[in-house]
């Protein structure tokens, strides 16, 4: 960072008639995605964040005489990047768990476990996160006597990559918070069970039984957590994220960092669910932090589960399982009544929803009630939108509702997604060009840890819906395929606007806040496979760096 002052005489004069030192970047080449300037040279902002212009930089060095000048070396500057759809608090535990992803076989899951089990104390549970059967050469949902031989006493716990599965040894079974044989099953999920004995696999609603078992995690352990992945989210050039998820507890550990200024990113935060979080903005208010990095007004619920583990309600059955059309985790009925709450305390509302069932079941219930007089600029948000029958896709633009969508959720699916639902569904499936095509906002995100954090990961797949080999060639359906500005689009201004902020960010215009991302490459300018390549080199929040510098 160069200082440059212009003679006392001007510092002083600035100083007294503005109060306001202003910095001036320039040598940029700024992607604004502002309609009205779409490009630019310089950016300047005031010592409060905010933008006070955009344009070249001679035009801003005449308007501001006194200024901090930054040089960007011509690196592009996009604004910053909005993860739309991410579980924070779930990142910074994932770091402090066994990271199953990517293990191509069983036999290579336990070595993982067993090299973690090494930094454990001796009565710990033993956590991990990440596996995938499709993955192994089997493909079959694995057992608990699996994991046994390696681990007969310590309880184990394994998350499914999608959060929608657990893999529990004999130790853990044993400690569920109920018996587990027999044939009973618990409301919206599914224990797996050979006989009458649990096989070691629980699907959705039945995790809770296990997890209700495993220590809990200390308000200590959620702020180092919460701390870890902000930092790690503002390293890979985030300056906001959507948290699909935070208890009343986390928000308490969210407004102490927030008051201590240890916030590097924007958290907008949904409620998880209608519990005592949503409670509290029924009875209090929408809740804002005054630094400006904390928000909660929202509400997240869930409409069915996830489409790896078979949990996602769809119309029909499977394709690859006759006889199972997945679940629907909320019954109608108490899906209904939490989104009226919702919408009599003026909370957003955004629904997880999966299959084509689940979808439509959510549209049912958002239907009346956007179309009740009165209902107002709410912006009802559908996270995932996954798998939606074709004539569906027109009811979220007539009804207004956000599309919160995923792009390596598909490149991540595509080997198997196709066999869950068939070619005739698989249409309205990852369908990001439909839902843009007939006037949806699509706002885009990771939903991390389940995918990686990295947002140019994210623009890679909304771009080429290729893997990281280039594979397949062409593209997974590449008719749907967005352009790259498109998908900044959706990572910047559009998340912005599923936030209630693009008021406040999502572009580069005068009266924003200073919010940008500094990239090593030009994310419109050139190959989709350069995306791979490109890294945020700095992070802005309020016009002060988060990461990296300039
Ligand atoms: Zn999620």
Redesign the pocket.
């Known amino acids: 960072m160069v200082r440059i002052a212009c003679g006392m005489v001007a510092l002083a004069w600035v100083g007294a008639a503005h109060g306001a030192e202003v910095t001036l970047l320039s040598n940029a080449r700024v992607i604004t995605m502002d309609s009205a300037r779409p490009y630019a040279s310089a950016l300047a902002w005031d010592d409060g964040g905010r933008i006070v212009g955009v344009g070249d930089a001679d035009e801003l060095r005449r308007r501001h005489a006194d200024h901090v000048a930054l040089d960007a070396g011509g690196r592009v500057v996009v604004p910053g990047l909005i993860d739309a ?1 991410g ?1 924070v608090l779930g990142l910074g535990l994932t770091l402090d768990q066994a990271d199953l992803v990517g293990t191509s076989s069983k036999a290579e899951v336990i070595e993982r476990l067993q090299a973690f089990e090494k930094t454990l104390p001796a009565d710990a549970w033993l956590l991990g996160r990440g596996w995938d059967q499709n993955d192994w050469p089997e493909k079959v949902f694995p057992t608990a006597v699996d994991l046994d031989a390696a681990f007969p006493k310590r309880p184990v716990w394994l998350q499914r990559v999608d959060g929608h599965a657990g893999w529990a040894n004999s130790a853990a079974l044993k400690l569920a918070t109920r018996d587990l044989a027999g044939d009973w099953q618990p409301g919206g999920g599914k224990i797996l069970r050979e006989g009458t004995q649990p096989s070691g696999v629980l699907i959705d609603g039945a995790m809770n039984l296990i997890e209700g078992a495993v220590p809990s995690i200390s308000p200590a352990m959620t702020e180092r957590a919460l701390d870890v992945a902000m930092r790690k989210a503002a390293s890979l050039g985030l300056t906001g994220v959507h948290d ?1 998820g935070v208890s009343r507890a986390e928000l308490a550990v969210y407004r102490k960092l927030a008051d201590a200024g240890r916030m590097p990113i924007r958290v907008y935060a949904m409620a998880d669910g209608d519990g005592a979080a949503v409670d509290d903005l029924c009875a209090n208010g929408l809740y804002h932090h005054e630094g400006g990095r904390l928000t909660m007004r929202a509400v997240k619920l869930y409409a069915d589960g996830a489409l790896g583990s078979r949990g996602a309600a769809l119309l029909a059955d499977y394709s690859d399982d006759a006889g199972n059309r997945g679940l629907l985790v909320t019954e109608p009925e108490a899906l209904g009544a939490a989104i009226a709450k919702a919408q009599r305390c003026k909370v957003q509302v955004a629904v997880h929803a999966i299959g084509d069932r689940g979808n439509r079941a959510v549209l049912d219930a958002f239907a009346p009630r956007l179309r009740a007089a009165g209902a107002g600029d709410v912006r009802w948000r559908i ?1 995932h939108a996954q798998v939606v029958a074709l004539e569906d896709i027109a009811r979220f633009a007539a009804l207004r509702v956000i599309a919160s969508m995923q792009p390596t959720h598909a490149t991540s699916d595509m080997p198997w997604a196709e066999a869950r639902v068939g070619a005739a569904r698989i249409v309205g499936g990852y369908a990001w060009r439909r839902f843009r095509d007939a006037g949806v906002v699509v706002a885009f995100g990771s ?1 991390f840890p ?1 995918e990686a954090v990295d947002p140019l990961l994210g623009l890679y797949a909304a771009v080429t819906r290729q893997d990281a080999d280039g594979a397949p060639a062409g593209g997974w359906y590449p008719d749907q395929r967005v352009t790259a500005w498109e998908a900044l689009r959706g990572f910047t201004l559009d998340a912005a606007y599923a936030a209630f902020m693009d008021d406040e960010v999502g572009s580069l215009a005068v009266g924003k806040r200073a919010d940008f991302t500094v990239l090593s490459r030009d994310p419109l300018r050139e190959e989709p496979r350069a995306l791979l390549q490109t890294r945020a080199i700095a992070t802005y929040v309020d016009g002060k760096s988060t990461h990296g510098a300039l």
């Open positions: 759809h579980h699909a996270e939903d389940v």
